[in-house]
C-alpha cells in the first residue's frame, strides 16, 4: 500500500499535466499480469483525462469527473503516464484528486 500525496497548482482556465505510474510486485511475468482496478476522480467536477483508452475497460465514467476502469499493468501505465487534469471553467479554490489502485488482494 502506498498513499502517497502531491500537490499542484494550476492557474485559473488552465490545466496540467500529470504523470504517473504503478508497480505491483506481485507481477512475475506479463502473461500472467491480472486485471487490475482503477477509480480516479476530481471532488470539483474537474476533468480527468488519461494519455490512452487502449486495452482498458471502462466500468464507469461520470462525464469526464470521474472514471473507473480495469486493464493489465501495463495498459493502465500507458493510460495514466500523462493524466491532463482541466478544472471547471472560471473555477478558483482547491480540489482533491484521487487515484486508487487494487489488484483485488491489496490497492497498489
Known sequence: KNDTIYNFYVYEDESITICLSLNDPDIVEEYLDPLLTVHAASTAAACI???????????????????????????????????????????NGQDSVSLFASDGLLKV
Not at 79 to 89: D, E, H, K
Open 49 to 91: 483525462e488519461l494519455d490512452s483508452y487502449q486495452g482498458l475497460f471502462i466500468e464507469d465514467q461520470n462525464n469526464c469527473e470521474s472514471i473507473h476502469f480495469k486493464g493489465t499493468l501495463k495498459f493502465i501505465n500507458s493510460a495514466i503516464a500523462q493524466i491532463r487534469y482541466t478544472p471547471p471553467l472560471d473555477y
